[in-house]
Every structure is written in C-alpha cells, then in structure tokens.
C-alpha cells in the first residue's frame, strides 16, 4: 500500500497537511530533509529504509545516477520480490524524466 502524507506546507496551504504528518516524517528519519522524503516501513509500521542515502542527505527525487541508484537499492530492500523486469522499467523510468 502506498500513503502518502502532506506536510511543512506554507501558511496559505497548511490545511493541505495531514494530522501527526511531522510526527511520522521525524520517525522515519525525515526532518530537516527536505521534501519529497521517502520512507518504505513493514506490515508494523518499522522503517525498512528511507532516503537519506546510507545515512546522508536526502536524495529527493532522484534523476541524477547516484540518486536513482540509491532508490533502486531501496526498493530491493522493501520490495525484494519485485521482478527485475518491474525494477528495469522503474529505472527506465526514472531515468527518462531528467530535468
């Protein structure tokens, strides 16, 4: 199942945000990253891995290498049964949307 949550919206849109986003994104490693921030958690509601590359900065949406590389291994880890076919044309895919 994919959620996603709104939050550090700016004052005009802060009825966008979602109650107790903030809370999930400093759970899952997230704050002061900056937006978008990505977490993928078990069937517990446990971080499996997020977006801070081993640890680092937040890789964003990824479209440089480094960046697409690091959320191909992230969805290795949270999606380990993804056929390489399917994680093949989420790169591809990546990839193509360049900025």
Avoid: C
Avoid at 18 to 38: S, T, Y
Avoid at 40 to 66: C, H, M, T
């Amino acid at each position: 199942m994919i959620t996603k949550l709104v939050v550090n919206e700016n004052e005009k849109n802060k009825q966008l945000e979602n109650a107790g986003g903030v809370a999930v994104l400093r759970k899952m490693g997230g704050e002061g990253q900056g937006l978008p921030f990505f977490a993928f958690i078990d069937a517990k509601g446990e971080l499996i891995v997020n977006s801070r590359r081993e640890g680092r900065d937040n890789i964003g949406y990824p479209y440089q290498p480094e960046e697409i590389a690091w959320f191909m291994r992230m969805l290795e880890k949270a999606a380990p049964k993804l056929r390489s076919e399917e994680t093949n044309t989420i790169q591809e895919w990546l990839k193509s949307q360049k900025r």
